[in-house]
């Protein structure tokens, strides 16, 4: 059994910065890649940023350059810090893990339940 936990998510102000955190708990045997997504009023789930158990990372081109991905191995935990926040960062950020539970078992993806991230204007 495998959860993910978000926290960090909260309103700020255009210009300001937060820091998204995710803890993944349960049968964990090994993490191939965690990262975050986002989904926005009105529109598609997007790419936020991911990074890999090798430590190679992923960014959305509207991410670049304003957000930092990174992660603790030790306590399969990933972390986003954005920066000169958007009104258009506006979103619910969702936790994703690509994962195997077992030795013997293939790697699946599992999600959070999604931290809501609102940047005033």
């Known amino acids: 059994q495998v959860q993910l936990v978000e926290s960090g998510g909260g309103l700020v102000q255009a210009g300001g910065s937060l820091r998204l955190s995710c803890a993944a708990s349960?049968?964990?045997?090994?993490?191939?890649?965690m990262g975050w997504y986002r989904q926005a009023p009105g529109k598609q789930r997007e790419l936020v940023a991911i990074i890999t158990s090798g430590g190679s990372t992923n960014y959305a081109v509207s991410m670049k350059g304003r957000s930092t991905i990174s992660r603790d191995n030790a306590k399969n935990t990933v972390y986003l810090q954005m920066n000169s926040l958007k009104p258009e960062d506006t979103a619910v950020y969702y936790c994703?893990?690509?994962?195997?539970?077992?030795?013997?078992?293939?790697?699946?993806?599992?999600w959070g339940k999604g931290t809501l991230v609102t940047v005033s204007s």
């Open positions: 349960g049968s964990i045997f090994s993490i191939n890649a």
């Open positions: 994703n893990a690509v994962l195997r539970a077992t030795p013997q078992g293939y790697g699946m993806d599992y």
